[in-house]
């Protein structure tokens, strides 16, 4: 391409030196946009139902072998995957900031997510612990293995193009599984570079790493719906918004498939009385205001003590106010761009509904200053409700943080717990009493509490997911793993007798 803009370069670049084939991403169907600059930068090619269904086919028949190679082996395959994800860290990064619009440290740390979890998985393929049980029958022994569940598919979003596939599929492949991936189909081009370092990890395993143990399905929801619907997939892992779960859920359980679902999340926090402030501005501007706002634990409602409601409330605006904004390779900006158009519309809708149920609203507008016109940078918005009504109960994925006030710890719970979705919620406080009262059963209903710290961010080393609407599935650390793999109960009788359990008798 002749006239090929810089950031087609710098794309073409960073695909060939990750190691990706350009006829992948030339003369395809599907263009590739960046929401830095709104530039089309590659053409991928999506795949037909039939190559789905073949690429699905070969990862079956990869997990057939994949199963035999002991545990710890597999876990050596990890590693190298980890290996090559160090040594890339830096262009793939930076593919993930060109495609996601994520500044580059988090373009960075997300790839930094991945190699954290291949080191948790390493670790982990020496400790697929089942447990053993006492038997209510002489000379009998209960125990039970973890083995390998088969194909596992992966559906995962724009937000993190590439970190939900490395929960997964890290985990998987110690497991003893294959992963059939369909990412977003706005971000195409980092999962096809991270399928070449899977490739490039393979080659360097050895032929024990059989073809088509991970494969990567381009498209939108049709090719989704093949590996949801294809029963040679046991475990379906899906990212995304609950309307997708839903459909998701339904069918892989039509058929006794497992899901793992995280949909999406409206979490809170909460800002009592004795909270450290200046912390608690910190934590709450990188959680509401971070990623533009497209985390799935993105904060998106802030529950504040009337108390300091004024004090926290003024120095958010000028937070608000003042945060750069700009196109995250030419500044060191903190809010990229919004991923595309229909992300800018849905915040647009979601702030007049705001005005309409009473809300002040500040910010929310296009940014245009030094931006591209065809990209859609916006002020974050700081958004005061009088009550937890209207777009606060949904998810908008968008940076727009509602703010409610409260007076009672149990109100401020309430409302936390008072909305559909249910992933990931905090509190600040210094009052050790609020905290625990906070964590425990009739405190938050996420499946992520924290303390003294915003809703976003997680580390791998904790399940990661959340209740209600946000459907329940935990990934990557603690045992996340045994999702991903089948318990079989074995009942061994080493003695010479046959006593039946429960004391039933049954002499021929
Ligand atoms: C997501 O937005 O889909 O906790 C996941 C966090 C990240 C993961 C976000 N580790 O914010």
Known sequence: MADASRLTETVQEVLRSLGVDPRLTEGG????????????????????????????????????????????????????????????????????????????????????????????????????????????????????QWHPAGVVGVISAFNFPVAVWSWNAALAFVCGDAVVWKPSEKTPLTALAVQALVERAARKFGPDAPQGLSRVLIG?????????????????????????????????????????????????????????LDLALRAIAFGAIGTAGQRCTTLRRLIVHESVYDTLVASLKRVYASVSIGNPLESDALVGPLI????????????????????????????????????????????????QTGPVVHETFAPILYVLKYSTLEEAIALQNGVPQGLSSSIFTTDMREADRFLSATGSDCGIANVNMGSSGAEIGGAFGGEKETGGGRESGSDAWKAYMRRQTNAINYGTAMPLAQGVKFDI
């Open 29 to 144: 169907n599907r263009p590739v946009r960046s929401p830095l600059t709104g530039e089309i930068v590659a053409h991928v090619h999506d795949s037909t139902a039939q190559e789905a269904r073949a690429a699905i086919g070969s990862a079956h028949e990869a997990f057939l072998q994949w199963r035999k190679v002991p545990a710890p082996r597999r876990g050596e395959f990890v590693r190298l995957l980890g290996e090559e994800l160090r040594a890339a860290k830096d262009d793939l990064g930076r593919l993930v900031t060109i495609e996601a619009g994520k500044i580059v440290s988090e373009g960075l740390g997300e790839v930094q997510e991945m190699i954290d979890i291949c080191d948790l998985a390493v670790g982990l393929s020496r400790q697929l612990y089942g447990l053993t049980m006492g038997s209510e029958r002489a000379d009998h022994r209960l125990q039970e």
């Open 220 to 276: 939108a929801r049709e090719v989704g719906e093949v590996l949801v619907e294809d029963a040679r997939v046991p475990v379906v892992s899906a990212t995304g918004s609950t309307a997708m779960g839903r459909i998701v859920g339904q069918k892989v359980a039509a058929r006794f498939g497992r899901s793992i679902l995280e949909l999406g999340g409206n979490n809170a926090s909460i800002v009592t009385p004795s909270a450290d």
């Open 340 to 387: 595309d158009e229909a992300a800018f519309q849905g915040m647009q809708k979601a702030l007049a509904e705001a005005r309409a149920a009473g809300g002040k609203v500040q910010g929310g507008e296009r940014f245009t200053e030094g931006v591209s016109a065809n990209a859609f940078y916006v002020r974050p918005a700081l958004v005061e409700m009088a009550g």
